[in-house]
């Protein structure tokens, strides 16, 4: 039973438009909620994270919103830039910490 | 800035064969944990440890074991490998446990079992 879900195994934007990540849940639990980056051949590195009591949280050209009542959770990245190309996680926060399991995204120049 | 460093960074076992793969961090974190990665499922955890000495199952442990004896190492066990066990094997460390403080990972093992 998946108790994150990342339901768009991929997703391609083009440079300088928005990227809109998307991601489930069905632990009411969760306190925090993170956003991972991955590159081929390299671990995942901490981007973005938000408490359970925030609906939006921003950092530069990344902003997370959560909406609590859907269980949703979406990472938007605007502009886009080809260096944003990664495998993007996100990530719940209760007793353990619980992934999704990822989408590529692919930012065309 | 080394961070968490994991090694090896390759392997390739024959079903049946043991190794240890270790983890090493300079950030003096309490926190320890071992995923692994699987195409479509995202990282699963296999054990961590909550400091030195300590140890405990996560989501998917059968077929490993762990060991924490220094603070800044935690080694990863597969006593017997299995076909089962091929994966992407990446180690994380974190200073206050989970909430959000982020972990750091190291930049994996990819571990092939024939």
């Known amino acids: 039973d998946q108790q994150v879900k990342q339901n768009s195994p991929s997703l391609s934007v083009q440079e300088g438009r928005i990227s809109i990540l998307n991601c489930d849940y069905t632990n009411s639990m969760f306190d925090y909620f993170l956003w991972y980056k991955k590159y081929p051949a390299e671990g995942p590195t901490f981007l973005i994270s938000?408490?359970?009591?925030?609906d939006k949280n921003e950092d530069g050209r990344f902003t997370v919103f959560l909406n609590k009542s859907a269980k949703h959770l979406s990472l938007h990245i605007v502009p886009s830039q080809p260096g944003d190309s990664a495998v993007y996680f996100c990530a719940a926060s209760g007793d353990k910490l619980v992934f999704g399991a990822g989408t590529i995204l692919r930012v065309k120049s | 800035n080394a961070g968490v460093t994991q090694t090896p960074k390759f392997r390739v076992l024959k079903t049946g064969q043991s190794m240890t793969l270790l983890c090493a961090q300079d950030?003096?974190?309490?926190?320890m944990y071992w995923y692994r990665q699987d195409p479509g499922m995202g990282l699963r955890l296999i054990h961590y440890s909550v400091g030195e000495g300590t140890t405990a199952k996560g989501e998917v442990p059968d077929g490993y074991n762990v060991s924490r004896l220094k603070k800044q190492n935690f080694l990863l066990g597969l006593e017997s490998a299995a076909p089962s066990q091929t994966s992407v094997y990446f180690c994380?460390?974190?200073?206050?446990?989970?909430?959000?403080?982020?972990?750091?990972f190291g930049d994996g093992t990819r571990l092939s079992i024939l």
């Open positions: 950030m003096n974190h309490e926190y």
């Open positions: 938000i408490s359970s009591i925030k």
């Open positions: 994380a460390s974190t200073s206050q446990g989970i909430g959000n403080q982020p972990q750091h």
